[in-house]
């Protein structure tokens, strides 16, 4: 409901360049980055106006000056931004940790080393040298913020606005060797007069389905020639951890743990990673997501650096792969090759605490495995005009028996600059162990869900249209699973059934008092693989954002029929408030208000009842280095006829930063969860100078609620932790 506010947006309104190829100039590795732009060390450079505003403008003239500056050596890209604006009390700028900074304003450019729109690399940095960088494809608008780029950038503020340098190593690009390279590139500033612009090197067609197709800049080089990267990662970590035996804690030895990560390119284009008894634990904590009203298990996104590199090879694949699948593995190796006009990802694991999720009709089952091992492979054929089609198997076999296999197809055919068609093909073979780790009679086309051994098969197919113009959008996807559908390496966790949605969207923006109008109809149809009606939606929603930062979302949805366990639900529908407010970059305000009714699925007898959600979240933000967040989220239900209530609790969220660099942050966690009682408190200290080399040191206290203890609240589980990886760089 939020679409039209996501921070990658913005991103999809920058790719518009020039129509012409330029030769830079070759320099020494002479250039000090410090973002500070010294007349001889930019000498010769080719300079790159950033004339457009593209947001809200329709490619009208840039409300300021922005220049890029271009240099390479045999090794590095250099890119240097001079920033100006019309009032430097409206700069967003602030110290903060990679890929912190969207908020504010910054600078970038993007990469297309192939020239053939497989996706882009994003690389830019806000006033203070903060780093942002991720990865957009063709199949997403959204992007990959996980990937990222060791790097070397640093800025500057003066009364005029903000200068930045940067170096690339050629090393963190994959590319086919030749003497002379021909690179697209492009460049893009988000910026705030009040509101956000975005400003580009070029003008852009909103209606264009495929932004790289619409680069018209090269840049020529000449010799380059760097080290292929080999590049060791040990870490040690360790932590303290006590448990709670009733009446206090009682804690374990202390834990140590070493291991290894490695990589080699064996190529310009081919990458292999082999990671030895890693330590993949999440540190940062997540936030809790609501799960009460939900049939389906949640999934979290992938934060391990080690799976994120070449994940945009995987990216039109949907939930077919989920690489927290690989929950604790001891061996991991994986290798990727983004060749001319193909590329290739294949993954191996071991994994010693394996979940098991079996999908279903109206809920999902998930349990804790063992020991498995499992592997990926995906192929992809790429077209230049953005199209490409592909193969992917993957395979997981576990110890002890049992096992769970899956080949696919898929294309996504870009038929011109408006229309473009998808389509994925999946067929999965399951043997099942024969263990306990799920624990139900429920049975599915004969087949039990519990783990017996059982041998079956099953499929999925899927279809897509989408029609993109200026102002409108639309789209129809056909998706069908069989009753027997299952991804031992993926994340699908409903099956057995058959849908077709249509949405239709238009938006319109303006550099006026509001900014942009915004309307979408969602419609659903769904039925079970037998033909059984499941559920009849439909969302229609509206949003306006105005020049002085708010935002306003309300929609509401229709469900004329749905059902559920057997029992038939007629005529209701939920109201959707979003409010979105940041009038500067000390405040972001973020609310949002859901009530209505709804059906209450995690009970024995599923009933309608009247439903309330809300959402509050504040960010204030005192000084560059510091910013505290709150947030409130609550879900309750009632039955209509008694008003008895059905669930009621929230979860609150405290988060405090203190960033005292670009590579040093002290962070505190609090967060109380209602529906269980549980309070959290998580104290971290983290030094991260690049994507690879980083240090954690902190705690973890857990407490509940006990009513039968004299005091309130005592101590479920404590840990104490650290972690040190550091980059050796050989070549």
Known sequence: MNICNKKWFTIILFIMFFYHGFSQKKIKDVIKIDGIMTPNEWNGAKIFDLKYEVEPGDNTNAPFKTTAFVLYSETKLYIAFDAKISDITLLRASIKERDKAWGEDWVSIAVDTYDDNRNLIIIGSNAYGSQIDFKMTPESDNGDPGFDVNYESSGTINKKGYTVEMAIPFSEFQYKKKDILNWKIGFYREAYLKSKIGISSSKFDKG????????KTY?????????????????????YIGNSDGEKLKYDKPSIKVGLNTRYDLSSSTSLDVTINPDFSQVESDVTKIDVNSPFAINYQEKRPFFNEGKDILSSLGELVYSRSINNPIFASKLVKQG????????TSYDMDT?????????SYIGKGEESFGNILRYQRIYPNGSNIGLLTTNRFYKGGGMGNLIAGDANIRLNKNYRINFDFAHSMTEEPNNDWLSTDDVVSGKSISLNGEKFSGNKIGIGFNRSTKNWRSELLLDQYSPLFRTNMGFVTNNNYKKISFDHTYIK???????????KIES????SYSGKLKLIQLMPFYSMRFKNGFQLTYGYAIVPFEEYKGIEFNNYGLNFINLRYSPSEKINILSRVLTGSDIAYNIEEPVIGNRASFLF??????SNKFNTGIMISSESMNYKVTNDEIYNGYILRTDSNYQFNRDLSLKLVLEYNDFSNHLFFQTLLKWNPNPSTIFYLGGNTDMKNNINSNANWVSNSAQLFFKLQYLFKVQ
């Open 208 to 215: 264009d389905n495929c932004l790289s197709c619409q680069f």
């Open 219 to 239: 840049i020529e080089l000449k010799g380059i020639n760097p080290k292929k990267r080999l590049d060791f990662l040990p870490f040690i970590s360790g932590n």
């Open 340 to 347: 001319e006009k193909n590329r290739i990802y294949f993954l």
């Open 355 to 363: 979940p098991y999720l079996v999908p279903g009709e109206d809920r």
């Open 509 to 519: 923006e303006r550099d006026k008092k509001v900014t942009m109008y915004f309307g």
């Open 524 to 527: 659903k149809l769904k039925y």
């Open 617 to 622: 979240s504040l960010n204030y933000q005192p």
